[in-house]
Structures are given as C-alpha cells and as structure tokens.
C-alpha cells in the first residue's frame, strides 16, 4: 500500500515515526514520510522518501516567547501566546499536509491537532493514530502534561486528559476549521472537537513506548495498543567523528548532558552551570549541541568534549549516566542503552517521564529545569553513578526494552487495523 506517515515537532517526535516507515517499506510499502523540512536529510540517509510540512521547528523555537515557555516551565499559562506564535505555522501545515497525502492509500498520524483525520476523511483513507505520550482519557493516571494532578483520583485522572485535549484543540480549531471549509470542502468541527467521535467511531491508536515503562490501562479501548518503542538504528555508513572517538578512548565513560530543542535565551548560563556540576561530582562529560546554539569556539576543559550529532543508539550506551530533558524519544532510548537517567525536565510531558524514570528504579526523582542549580545536579550525577541499585536497575530495564520489537508489534497492528495480510 501507499502510506503516508505524519509525524511533526521536534526530533524526538520525529525520529519513532521515521523508525516505523522504514519497518513499513521493509515489508514491501510504498511509504512517504512527510514532517518538518529539518529531518529531509535524516530520512533519505535511510530511504525513506519524504516530504517537507510546514516551517522549519528551529525558528519556531527560536523565538522569545517560546524561550520563556522553556525557562519557566509554565507551558499552560502561555497557550494563548503560543497560539499567536503558532498561528501562520499551523496554516502552513495543513497545506503542506493535504499535498503530501495525495495518492494516499493509508495515513498514520500524530494525533496532536488533530489534522490526520481531516485529511483521511476528505481522501476516503483509513485512518491510524500514533502518538508518543499516553493520551487516551483514562483513570488510571493524570495527563502526562499535569504530572503534579496525579493523585486526582479516577474522576480527576479522566478529566486531566479531557482539558488536555481541549486545550490543543483550542490552540487549532481555528485554523483546521477554515482549512476544512476553504481547501477541503469539509462542515467545520464542532467547538469541543472532534476527539471523541473519532474515539467512538474505533480508529486505531498506537503508543510507541513499552509496556515495561507505561503498563496499558485496563479502561482504554480495545482499539488502542501499546507496542514498545520504535527505534531508529544508525544510518547506514555512519561513523563517529574521529575527535568524539578519541574522547571516549582517552578516560572513563563520561556522564552525557543534551537538553535537545529546549532552546533557552542564555544558553551559555546553562553551559556554566552544566560545567560546574562536572567539576564538582568528578566526572568527565560529554555535552549535546541540541539546538541550544552554543558557539562553536566555546572552550571547555580537557575532562569535558562536545558533540553536535551522533545516534543514541550508538552513544548511549557508552555512557556513565544521561542527564536529558526528559522528551519521550530521548527517555526511550535512555532507558534502552541501560544506563541511569538523570531527567531535567522542561515542561509538557517531560516530567512524567522523569516520574517514570525513577518509579522504575533507572534513574533518581527528577530536576526541574525552573529550579536547577549545579550543586543539586552534581549531587544527584554522583547518586545516579554510586548507587548500585540505580545501576542494576538500569541494566535491567534496558535489556528487557532491548528484546521487544516495537516497529515489528507495530506493523503488525497496522496490518490488521487496514484488513492486510502479509
């Protein structure tokens, strides 16, 4: 079949999805990823066609606003500034999104919007949801974006993932309602959404993480899975730059630091205090450029190497311990590689996963980024590196996530959600 998976945001967010179409055109797919132009290079390196939809997410990020929301972690205070901020972006999306379903026999789309359906429902195409988090309404848990309701109880869990939903809607309904009415020729959604009609009507929901790290809610719809995460393995060819090899034969594993696209207005303070906590747990480190924008010419000290990209599949493992923003891609391949994870959450869902991070015994409670300082994260680098509990717990998780196969679970699910044998 001709499949087109939509996959936006960030790399974290669209690394899983570009794992699941290469699994797909390895069973005989025609598949197209279609996601922000950043990653275009990232999927032709392992042949997967794709195309570009909408901006690029560097700049959106880039701006003040955004900074702001990433400094202070207060991400629900400033909907309506990110709905401004978004605004012209989400335009862009759903125009560059209708073009690249055309043809299309399938759709398997994030579930943030939510544009999928729209699309597959004007291309008379099913339909398959694929999200990272955990967002189906259950009583189970609170909404990984409002970790700190978690003790809401079962009516309070259910409604924390109603409001959630509500407030991405909102932040869209005003773009995908004229864009239903103007280019697809589509009666516009009602103001709640259309969530939980595309609920009662059965469409496919697939998590991309392990069951190991979020257990599937006994009241979540039989339609809804869990299939372990999809992970993407290096590119074919790739190899380490030959300075970050050399960093790592010339010493002990170092305690890796990377924050990925939380973009800050200072990143040079978050350099400072990062440089800090190393001195001081004794430990030689080795710092992610992210989107950071840390110069190239900044100096650091010979126990300390920085690296612009290499795959987690390949350097994870060959760390001490990770200290990361705790987004849902880098969690997974964290806990993956066996390694404790120390998690420095943002905001959004970070800190539910740093919450399960620790609930599973693979890392320590986590550190909000809003209130970091570099006495606590080297006091909490050195917990992650003596506390043989913490490593052997760790280890463990990591060779239990190893074994799944969730792009292989995944395409299984696919298969008989669209009525294929193969």
Same mark, same amino acid.
């Given at each position: 079949?001709?499949?087109?998976?939509?996959?936006?945001?960030?790399?974290?967010?669209?690394?899983?999805?570009?794992?699941?179409?290469?699994?797909?055109? %390895?069973?005989?797919?025609?598949?197209?990823?279609?996601?922000?132009?950043?990653?275009?290079?990232?999927?032709?390196? %392992?042949?997967?066609?794709?195309?570009?939809?909408?901006?690029?997410?560097?700049?959106?990020?880039?701006?003040?606003?955004?900074?702001?929301?990433?400094?202070?972690?207060?991400?629900?205070?400033?909907?309506?500034?990110?709905?401004?901020?978004?605004?012209?972006?989400?335009?862009?999306?759903?125009?560059?999104?209708?073009?690249?379903?055309?043809?299309?026999?399938?759709?398997?789309?994030?579930?943030?919007?939510?544009?999928?359906?729209?699309?597959?429902?004007?291309?008379?195409?099913?339909?398959?949801?694929?999200?990272?988090?955990?967002?189906?309404?259950?009583?189970?848990?609170?909404?990984?974006?409002?970790?700190?309701?978690?003790?809401?109880?079962?009516?309070?869990?259910?409604?924390?993932?109603?409001?959630?939903? #509500?407030?991405?809607?909102?932040?869209?309904?005003?773009?995908?309602?004229?864009?239903?009415?103007?280019?697809?020729?589509?009666?516009?959604?009602?103001?709640?959404?259309?969530?939980?009609?595309?609920?009662?009507?059965?469409?496919?929901?697939?998590?991309?993480?392990?069951?190991?790290?979020?257990?599937?809610?006994?009241?979540?719809?039989?339609?809804?899975?869990?299939?372990?995460?999809?992970?993407?393995?290096?590119?074919?060819?790739?190899?380490?730059?030959?300075?970050?090899?050399?960093?790592?034969?010339?010493?002990?594993?170092?305690?890796?630091?990377?924050?990925?696209?939380?973009?800050?207005?200072?990143?040079?303070?978050?350099?400072?205090?990062?440089?800090?906590?190393?001195?001081?747990?004794?430990?030689?480190?080795?710092?992610?450029?992210?989107?950071?924008?840390?110069?190239?010419?900044?100096?650091?000290?010979?126990?300390?190497?920085?690296?612009?990209?290499?795959?987690?599949?390949?350097?994870?493992?060959?760390?001490?311990?990770?200290?990361?923003?705790?987004?849902?891609?880098?969690?997974?391949?964290?806990?993956?590689?066996?390694?404790?994870?120390?998690?420095?959450? %943002?905001?959004?869902?970070?800190?539910?996963?740093?919450?399960?991070?620790?609930?599973?015994?693979?890392?320590?409670?986590?550190?909000?980024?809003?209130?970091?300082?570099?006495?606590?994260?080297?006091?909490?680098?050195?917990?992650?590196?003596?506390?043989? #509990?913490?490593?052997?717990?760790?280890?463990?998780?990591?060779?239990?996530?190893?074994?799944?196969?969730?792009?292989?679970?995944?395409?299984?699910?696919?298969?008989?959600?669209?009525?294929?044998?193969?």
């Amino acid at each position: 079949m001709r499949i087109v998976v939509l996959a936006l945001g960030s790399r974290g967010d669209v690394q899983p999805y570009l794992a699941l179409a290469r699994g797909l055109r %390895h069973v005989g797919h025609e598949v197209l990823l279609a996601a922000t132009p950043t990653y275009a290079a990232l999927a032709r390196a %392992h042949g997967v066609p794709f195309a570009a939809v909408g901006p690029d997410w560097r700049v959106l990020l880039a701006q003040p606003h955004f900074q702001s929301v990433v400094e202070t972690g207060r991400w629900m205070r400033a909907i309506s500034g990110l709905a401004r901020t978004l605004g012209a972006a989400i335009n862009h999306m759903l125009h560059d999104a209708w073009g690249a379903t055309s043809g299309a026999q399938a759709l398997i789309a994030t579930v943030i919007g939510p544009l999928g359906a729209s699309l597959a429902e004007r291309r008379g195409i099913p339909y398959i949801e694929a999200a990272l988090q955990p967002l189906t309404p259950t009583a189970a848990f609170a909404s990984p974006a409002v970790p700190a309701w978690r003790f809401l109880g079962p009516t309070g869990n259910r409604l924390s993932h109603l409001l959630l939903e #509500q407030l991405f809607w909102q932040l869209y309904r005003r773009q995908i309602n004229q864009f239903r009415r103007a280019v697809l020729g589509l009666a516009p959604h009602p103001l709640a959404g259309p969530m939980e009609a595309i609920r009662q009507a059965g469409v496919p929901r697939f998590y991309a993480f392990s069951p190991r790290v979020v257990p599937r809610p006994a009241d979540w719809p039989a339609t809804t899975a869990i299939t372990g995460y999809w992970f993407l393995p290096p590119s074919p060819g790739w190899r380490p730059a030959p300075a970050l090899q050399a960093f790592l034969d010339t010493g002990p594993p170092p305690v890796y630091v990377g924050f990925g696209s939380m973009v800050t207005r200072e990143p040079e303070r978050t350099l400072t205090l990062v440089l800090r906590a190393l001195t001081l747990s004794g430990q030689r480190g080795l710092l992610a450029r992210g989107w950071g924008g840390l110069p190239a010419e900044t100096v650091l000290p010979a126990t300390v190497a920085m690296v612009d990209e290499a795959p987690h599949a390949w350097l994870f493992p060959r760390m001490a311990a990770l200290v990361h923003h705790g987004g849902a891609g880098t969690t997974g391949a964290g806990l993956r590689a066996g390694v404790p994870s120390i998690v420095v959450p %943002h905001l959004f869902d970070q800190a539910f996963w740093g919450a399960r991070v620790a609930a599973l015994g693979a890392g320590p409670p986590p550190l909000p980024r809003a209130t970091l300082t570099a006495e606590r994260l080297a006091e909490t680098i050195a917990a992650a590196m003596e506390q043989r #509990q913490l490593r052997e717990g760790a280890a463990s998780l990591g060779a239990q996530i190893r074994a799944e196969q969730g792009v292989a679970h995944a395409i299984d699910h696919i298969h008989r959600a669209i009525g294929l044998t193969v």
